[in-house]
């Protein structure tokens, strides 16, 4: 296993100085089971998923298509019901054991809570059709949802707080009815919570993880799991795991609240939501209330959660910045059915652009209209990066000009040459990437709210533009980067080296698509850089607000050079801003 | 890149001659540290910071200073902090010793660099022995990982506790002369691989499938311990523990 590059247990990279050569998330993984385990080498819980010609053998009366994905506790495939006309979704749970009396047990224990789920009949829940056993597997037959999951939106960095907003009182509801019935989720995670096409919610997995627990209980598995997701499970889960009530789920649910505004987790003393993010200052009491350590001191009830979130929703907020998709107009006091539509307006602009994102590199073009996908980002979060020539596309306005700006946005970016084989794209901490760059190279950008942002992709061939594509230079544009002072990098990761070049740095205006230098003493950085360096690093730049960052390329050297006419060779290579307040000095020579 | 050696070790950066497994806590020891000279507690410091000095390490070039200046300063503040009193400031009861060495860097950085600059490249006086150039080739591999000084340096504690940890492990086998039982199924402490089995691995060792059962169940136990007691070490009251061990899980995210 020394030497390989990926973790057998979890299949992860693993990182060459990886302690010991063994994965150190897995690592810590067992110590977080501590106690729970029994440590048999010959049972895991992450089994292969059966695939899909099996489990087709398995049921006769249903199409199975795909494998949609695998989780700890089972597999699950999206299938038709030809006699209904319909789709759904079918979720094989762990793979039972050859032992006649644990199966009788567990089944009796798998019917039980399968009919209880049965009867959660909600719009915000999954709904459980059937279960059964079929094989060597228990099954449950579950609505398929044609959406992605909360945690493929939060990929992008945090929502918007209005988007936030409709979604948690969904997820209220959702909790309050299942708690009234008895039914404790247990595993309230991002990865649970699915937005369909129509912009509702649908919590998925309720009652899924005490299942296991119970599998694991009846011994039907020997290596038993830690119950829950680590970074979502209330306190007095992992401390007490059976003492656990439906107030486990509010803490998860906070968990995920705070995530939503902040793109972050809130661990060990994290700041309220409003001093990370833009949300309005009074949510954080909502937040923490929900974050409480004590049981008895959190909200009782779901229901309350989603008051309180309602009506700070429905009145204007203090110290929240207007947004195009929240005029503060509709935002009057009381008037709750203008803020559900809203809520709904949101959401399915979130789902739009997180269909763009996923699909559009893809395919080439969605049917999503990308100007209604444009016209909700808020531009203080976006960050554009722009390559080829600076010839402004009128024909795609970006946006238009704020209060002392010289002129309105526009897409100034060629298309690019080869979209099939576009980087995925980026995870960043904070704001989502515009979609410019989702239209473009699939390059994210976004601020990481405590630090530094950064461009990279593994498949970033943006230095290469020049020798491969255009023959000149390679020329990169930062907008709407926040005012402050920073240190530039362009480096050639790992083992790979930059190429002798002209590397010129320009900070100014952007007035459709020139770049006008201002006053600023750091306004122009020059850089001759020698073949074989790591990285080039300008420091100490200060970008003024309004002000973008240009990046020019210039590669030189002999055309017999190996390389001389690219920037970067390296199939990994990037740009990173670090803010840089301490570099008052110039660099040491 | 690491070389690989037959005993598993990855590298050997990192790891200390010194083997010696403390009693007491981080904190106790940087508590003495402060108020002593006494050999013993100094000793017992710099062990802790050839441990957690790559972190410190990273962070300083997550803040944008070059692999010289980044040598200098990380030798600079442990020069601070073993000989000049910062650890009399140190106070178990404001929490966690990574928070606390961090902040005491991010002071340093802020506030005491400027003071000594005047000192030349590489004129820093040498506490510890940093090896800058595998350090620099473990941060370009690291370089894309794309995070702020302060989520790199958690990251790369959480890999350094965990190398202290095995190390530690390794160690204790080897004392008892089971180093190639460790060898063998220290992949075990990662995770339980599907189809893996125990008589495979039994041949290796010459054991039967039960013993092997038994012997991992033991090595897995025995590094929960030790991963306890490190952790249990580095915050100030046991309570605190479980909170860091599932804060430096989410760090490795």
Request: hydrophobic share 40%; aromatic share 8%; no cysteine.
């Given at each position: 296993m020394t030497g390989s590059n990926s973790c057998p247990t979890c299949g992860r990279p693993l990182a060459p100085h990886a302690p010991h050569g063994l994965c150190p998330e897995c690592l810590l993984h067992t110590g977080l089971s501590a106690g729970t385990q029994t440590d048999d080498p010959a049972v895991s819980p992450e089994t292969e998923p059966p695939p899909v010609a099996e489990i087709a053998l398995l049921f006769p009366r249903l199409e199975i298509i795909e494998l949609l994905g695998r989780g700890g506790m089972g597999a699950v495939y999206k299938a038709r019901q030809p006699n209904l006309d319909r789709l759904v979704a079918l979720k094989i749970l762990l793979r039972r054991r050859q032992n006649p009396d644990q199966d009788t047990a567990f089944d009796e224990r798998f019917a039980q809570e399968a009919r209880t789920l049965a009867k959660l009949s909600h719009p915000n829940i999954v709904a459980v059709y059937d279960y059964g056993q079929a094989g060597s597997y228990s099954f449950l037959l579950m609505e398929y949802v044609n959406g992605p999951t909360l945690r493929q939106l939060l990929q992008h960095g945090k929502l918007a707080p209005q988007e936030a907003l409709a979604i948690v009182p969904k997820i209220c509801e959702a909790l309050q009815f299942a708690h009234q019935h008895g039914v404790v989720h247990r595993d309230i995670k991002p990865e649970n919570i699915l937005l369909d096409q129509q912009g509702l919610v649908k919590?998925?997995?309720?009652?899924?993880?005490?299942?296991?627990?119970?599998?694991?209980?009846?011994?039907?598995?020997?290596?038993?799991q830690v119950i829950g997701t680590p970074h979502y499970m209330a306190p007095e889960q992992v401390e007490k795991p059976h003492t656990v009530d439906h107030r486990a789920d509010i803490y998860s649910l906070g968990v995920v609240f705070y995530e939503m505004l902040t793109g972050e987790l809130p661990l060990g003393k994290f700041a309220p939501p409003s001093q990370k993010s833009q949300a309005d200052p009074r949510l954080d009491s909502v937040v923490l209330h929900t974050l409480e350590k004590e049981p008895a001191k959190r909200y009782q009830q779901a229901s309350q959660v989603k008051t309180d979130v309602e009506t700070i929703a429905a009145s204007p907020a203090r110290n929240k910045p207007p947004t195009p998709a929240a005029p503060k107009s509709d935002a009057t006091a009381g008037n709750r059915k203008k803020i559900l539509l809203l809520g709904s307006f949101v959401l399915a602009i979130a789902v739009a652009v997180l269909y763009l994102t996923i699909f559009f590199a893809g395919t080439g073009s969605g049917d999503t209209p990308i100007s209604a996908a444009y016209a909700p980002m808020p531009r203080p979060q976006r960050f554009n990066i722009d390559f080829g020539p600076w010839q402004p596309d009128k024909s795609k306005q970006v946006g238009p000009a704020a209060a002392g700006e010289p002129g309105d946005y526009w897409n100034t970016v060629a298309t690019p040459t080869n979209k099939t084989n576009a980087p995925p794209p980026l995870k960043f901490a904070g704001g989502g990437p515009s979609p410019i760059e989702l239209e473009m190279l699939n390059l994210g950008g976004s601020w990481n709210n405590s630090g530094s942002m950064g461009v990279t992709s593994p498949m970033l061939d943006a230095f290469r533009?020049?020798?491969?594509?255009?023959?000149?230079?390679?020329?990169v544009i930062l907008h709407h980067v926040p005012p402050g002072r920073y240190q530039i990098y362009i480096y050639g990761h790992g083992t790979e080296r930059l190429y002798y070049g002209d590397y010129q740095l320009t900070v100014g205006r952007r007035d459709y698509g020139r770049m006008t230098t201002s006053h600023n003493l750091d306004a122009i950085q020059n850089t001759n850089w020698v073949e074989g360096s790591q990285y080039v690093c300008f420091r100490g730049v200060t970008v003024a607000p309004g002000e973008d960052v240009k990046i020019l390329i210039r590669p030189g050297g002999p055309a017999t050079t190996p390389g001389g006419r690219t920037v970067c060779d390296a199939m990994i290579c990037g740009l990173q801003l670090i803010p840089a307040p301490h570099l008052g000095f110039p660099p040491p020579q | 890149m690491s070389t690989t050696t037959p005993s598993g070790a990855d590298c050997n950066f990192g790891q200390n001659p010194r083997q010696a497994v403390f009693a007491t806590t981080h904190w106790s020891v940087v508590k003495s540290a402060g108020q002593n000279d006494t050999t013993r507690s100094q000793t017992a410091l710099a062990h802790l910071c050839e441990v957690y000095w790559y972190p410190l390490y990273a962070y300083v070039r997550y803040r944008g200073y070059s692999p010289e200046d980044a040598e200098d300063l990380t030798q600079e503040f442990f020069v601070q902090l073993l000989q000049k009193g910062?650890?009399?400031?140190?106070?178990?009861?404001?929490?966690?010793?990574?928070?606390?060495?961090?902040?005491?860097?991010?002071?340093?950085?802020a506030h005491e660099w400027e003071k000594s600059r005047a000192l030349k490249r590489g004129g820093a006086q040498k506490m510890v022995s940093l090896d800058v150039a595998t350090a620099e080739q473990w941060y370009a591999l690291e370089l894309s990982d794309q995070c702020t000084p302060d989520k790199a340096f958690e990251k790369r504690w959480a890999m350094a506790l965990l190398r202290q940890?095995?190390?530690?492990?390794?160690?204790?086998?080897?004392?008892?002369?089971?180093?190639?039982?460790?060898?063998?199924?220290?992949?075990?402490?990662?995770?339980?691989?599907d189809g893996q089995s125990n008589a495979e691995l039994g041949s290796r060792l010459n054991m039967t499938e039960g013993a092997v059962k038994v012997a991992v169940h033991r090595l897995r136990k025995r590094y929960r311990e030790l991963l306890q007691t490190e952790i249990a070490g580095t915050v100030g009251t046991p309570d605190e523990a479980g909170e860091e061990l599932r804060h430096l899980f989410d760090a490795l995210r």
């Open positions: 919590i998925a997995d309720f009652g899924i993880a005490k299942m296991a627990d119970e599998i694991a209980q009846a011994g039907l598995t020997h290596e038993r533009y020049p020798a491969d594509n255009h023959g000149g230079d390679a020329k | 910062t650890l009399t400031r140190a106070d178990p009861v404001r929490g966690r010793f990574r928070s606390f060495l961090l902040a005491s860097l991010g002071h340093f950085l940890v095995l190390d530690r492990l390794e160690s204790e086998y080897s004392q008892q002369g089971r180093q190639e039982l460790f060898a063998v199924l220290k992949e075990t402490i990662a995770g339980i691989k």
